[in-house]
């Protein structure tokens, strides 16, 4: 499985992103999907994800601006980010969790958010 992230970009505080990730390869029906990121200095974080089924997860200092959809047909995951503020910068990371046996996760390359103050 490939994960390819795209929408990243230097955005102004209050402004919106939105970042799309596409998996491709043999995708297993039962997963989850999210984002996640990480900034200079710090350790890789959730920020949130969606489960085949549509149950959702957010990081609690994204809830209310970020919002995170799927299309289960086409292996998509989109997040979009709105509202930004300077503590959003960070790379941005798509993942995919396969949830059947074997269980696996794969991540996509990462893509940079930052927001100018």
């Known amino acids: 499985v490939q994960l390819q992230a795209s929408g990243g970009g230097l955005v102004q505080v209050g402004g919106s992103l939105r970042l799309s990730c596409v998996a491709s390869g043999i995708v297993a029906s039962i997963n989850v999907m999210g984002w996640y990121r990480q900034a200079p200095g710090k350790s890789r974080e959730l920020v949130a994800t969606l489960t085949s089924g549509g149950r959702s997860n957010y990081e609690d200092s994204v809830k209310g601006r970020f919002t995170i959809s799927r299309d289960n047909a086409k292996n998509t995951v989109s997040l979009q980010m709105n509202s930004l503020k300077p503590e959003d910068t960070a790379v941005y990371y798509c993942?995919?969790?396969?949830?059947?046996?074997?269980?696996?996760?794969?991540w996509g390359q990462g893509t940079q958010v930052t927001v100018s103050s």
């Open positions: 993942n995919l969790v396969r949830e059947v046996v074997p269980r696996a996760s794969y």
